[in-house]
């Protein structure tokens, strides 16, 4: 069950963590917990899956209720996330 940084990584850049199945989330989640290599990377290409998730979920609801006060991704916003895991890569 445990897998490679490569496997971590192709697992991440081609595929919706949160569409795989639970096992296969848990075994990403343990590696991303103990490995010292690419787990500090790994947890923020997670992250940032988790938020722009979030971000299409309010995004959606937005459009649905049509609430003024709703926020949704601006391009601001898309920039300061693609920044997080530029920085993230080089350091
Ligand atoms: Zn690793």
């Known amino acids: 069950m445990f897998l490679t940084c ?10 919706d963590y949160a569409k795989l199945s639970p096992f ?10 103990i490995c010292p290599i690419c787990g500090k990377y790994n947890k923020q290409v997670m992250k ?3 938020l722009a998730r979030n971000f299409r979920k ?3 609801d937005y459009l649905e209720d049509d609430r003024p006060e709703s926020p949704h991704l601006n391009e601001e916003s ?9 920085q993230d890569k080089s350091s």
């Open 24 to 33: 296969r989330k848990f075994t990403l989640k343990f590696h991303v917990l």
């Open 48 to 50: 940032f899956q988790d």
């Open 6 to 15: 490569k496997q971590v990584s192709n697992h991440l850049s081609k595929e």
């Open 58 to 60: 309010k995004q959606e």
């Open 78 to 86: 898309k920039k300061r996330m693609a920044e997080l895991i530029d």
